[in-house]
């Protein structure tokens, strides 16, 4: 019976002339508006890399996909004959809904806005915040995306960068190495500071302006103690904190100046002999029997 109704249904009025150029319509904004807008997004963010920055080139390439497929998305409910007045009223309605259900969005939405305008770190920038470092992969309106030196992927709410400390690390061109170290106090203090400026003023990778510095920074329980610190350009970071480290140690022996370990070693006062040790074997023995 469901066929013989099949067969008699008169398909003629459901396929009609108007219906059909609507189908081709819709098939068309789909099938090639899409990549078209996928495209252009696409070739509209590698020419703005020119000129702007990453980050500033990534919101021009999505701000082109999401207005892109706003319009294809209207042109198609136009074919559909769908009635924009209906949509605008359940969309106010559903508005206030979804407003009171997500205002943790809101605030992260706002949130970025004031990220995207104060401009506080790019992508690529390397960032720290709390226990959190990493470099930034997008900066989006609900969310921060980092990738860390051991390619973990952590995604940041923007309202919880706008109320914690956030340290841009690789905001400015050049960036300063510290290394602490501790000699001997046997040492001599002018010999340690010149043999650290000299490895400084030898390493390629260090900055002549600013200048590197040594400077003695108290007496330490086993070691007198000094900050060692020299400028390089942010891209070379890592690689002369290792070597540089490497360097301090080869020519501190080369030139006998010990580092030493922790220790303790007890005085009765400064004009105070030695402790005097006593071997009490016999003794000893005398108790064992």
Known sequence: MMCS????FDWSQV???????TALRITVLVTVGFPLLVFASSIAGRASKKRVS??????????ILYLGSIIIILAILYQLKFKFTALLGAAGIAGIAIGFASQTSFSNIISGLFLICEMPFQVGDIIKVGTSKGTILSVDLLSVKLRTFDNQY?????????KSEVTNITRFPIRRVDIRIGVAYKENVNKVRQVLLEIAYMHPLCLDEPEPMVRFTGFGDSALEFMFAVWCVKADYLQLNNEIMEQIKERFDSEGIEIPFPHRTLYAGSATQPFPVRIVQEEQAGLDS
């Open 15 to 21: 396929w009609t002339r108007g219906t059909i150029e």
């Open 154 to 162: 952590i995604r940041i709410p923007n309202e919880v960068l706008i």
């Open 5 to 8: 109704f099949i067969a008699e």
């Open 54 to 63: 990453a980050q500033g080139s990534m919101l021009i390439r999505k701000g």
